[in-house]
T-cell receptor, first 110, second 118 residues
Framework: DAKTTQPTSMDCAEGRAANLPCNHSTISGNEYVYWYRQIHSQGPQYIIHGLKNNETNEMASLIITEDRKSSTLILPHATLRDTAVYYCIVNMDSWGKLQFGAGTQVVVTP | EPEVTQTPSHQVTQMGQEVILRCVPI?????FYWYRQILGQKVEFLVSFYNNEISEKSEIFDDQFSVERPDGSNFTLKIRSTKLEDSAMYFC????????????????FGPGTRLTVL
């Protein structure tokens, strides 16, 4: 299963875009890139996923490099409620289990 | 976003006691998962459940754990004889598309049950 590397933490100013990087250099051709977040001790929340193309939904945008070895999650206008741990996951196996790493602790400040 | 409820929200038990954690998702899901998160640590996969059978389990999911779908809707996670190290948040999850397989499919998580073993 492909492993991911994310920064341990990052700060973002409220109202600004937050760009969260993720490296997944060993990703295989049929693995998707998923992003989840966890606010305090709540259940993880799905954000977005993609295979090759960039994706956008109401929460965020996902930019995947052409070689698929890295990706960036973009929160276009960060709010205080976006403070959370963000997980980049690319090792989804045939049964769909998610293998979480440590993620990136994002703190949005006023 | 589909909803899933978990009961109880918080369970306190004595070491060696049995606990049953429940999850009620939207019906007609073939796939189902349990995860746990020890305080301050990462979320860990426990077991996946497909069509009323265990499809995969982690090394954490030993003989003390079992999963069932007793009435066709609720999913339960049972710990037969709790240990101190079982203290954690337990989350159930299921794919977003009813009946769809994993892969190109998000998972929706419940709010969790906080289990405290004394």
């Amino acid at each position: 299963d492909a492993k991911t590397t994310q920064p341990t933490s990052m700060d973002c100013a409220e109202g600004r875009a937050a760009n969260l990087p993720c490296n997944h250099s060993t990703i295989s051709g049929n693995e998707y890139v998923y992003w989840y977040r966890q606010i305090h001790s709540q259940g993880p929340q799905y954000i977005i996923h993609g295979l090759k193309n960039n994706e956008t939904n109401e929460m965020a945008s996902l930019i995947i490099t052409e070689d698929r070895k890295s990706s960036t999650l973009i929160l276009p206008h960060a709010t205080l409620r976006d403070t959370a741990v963000y997980y980049c996951i690319v090792n989804m196996d045939s049964w769909g289990k998610l293998q979480f790493g440590a993620g990136t602790q994002v703190v949005v400040t006023p | 976003e589909p909803e899933v409820t978990q009961t109880p929200s918080h369970q306190v038990t004595q070491m060696g006691q049995e606990v049953i954690l429940r999850c009620v998702p939207i019906s007609n899901h073939l796939y189902f998962y349990w995860y746990r998160q020890i305080l301050g640590q990462k979320v860990e996969f426990l077991v996946s459940f497909y069509n009323n059978e265990i499809s995969e389990k982690s090394e954490i999911f030993d003989d003390q754990f079992s999963v069932e779908r007793p009435d066709g809707s609720n999913f339960t996670l049972k710990i037969r004889s709790t240990k101190l190290e079982d203290s954690a948040m337990y989350f159930c999850a299921y794919p977003g598309l009813a009946g769809a397989g994993p892969g190109d499919n998000e998972q929706f998580f419940g709010p969790g049950t906080r289990l405290t073993v004394l």
